[in-house]
């Protein structure tokens, strides 16, 4: 699976920016997708995520200002980032768990940077 994200950039705060991040290769086992963020000198947590299914899970930091969406092909997601924060900045990361054969597999994109400044 490769995960390709697009979007990012600086913005201030209180602005929006979208992200979004596109599957191809060997989708078909996937078993969720959303984002994960790395903030300077922290580790990277999770940020908001879609199962199969279309179960929505938000971290409570963007609860009520993110919003995750996916496209009816299934194979792209997109993050729509609203009301932004000084600390939404950080390297963001698109993830793909899949399964196949039993076994769980997570895929990461190449990250893209959120810059939140005045």
């Known amino acids: 699976v490769k995960l390709v994200e697009s979007g990012g950039g600086l913005v201030q705060p209180g602005g929006s920016l979208r992200l979004s991040c596109a599957a191809s290769g060997s989708t078909f086992g996937i078993k969720a997708m959303g984002w994960w963020r790395q903030a300077p000198g922290k580790e990277r947590e999770p940020v908001a995520s879609i199962t199969e299914g279309g179960s929505l899970k938000y971290s409570d930091s963007v609860k009520g200002r993110f919003i995750l969406s996916r496209s009816s092909a299934k194979n792209t997601v997109n993050l729509q980032m609203n009301s932004l924060k000084v600390e939404d900045t950080g390297v963001y990361y698109c993830?793909?768990?899949?399964?196949?054969?039993?076994?769980?597999?997570?895929?990461w994109g190449r990250g893209t940077q959120v810059t939140v400044s005045s």
């Open positions: 993830n793909a768990l899949q399964s196949s054969f039993g076994d769980d597999f997570n895929y």
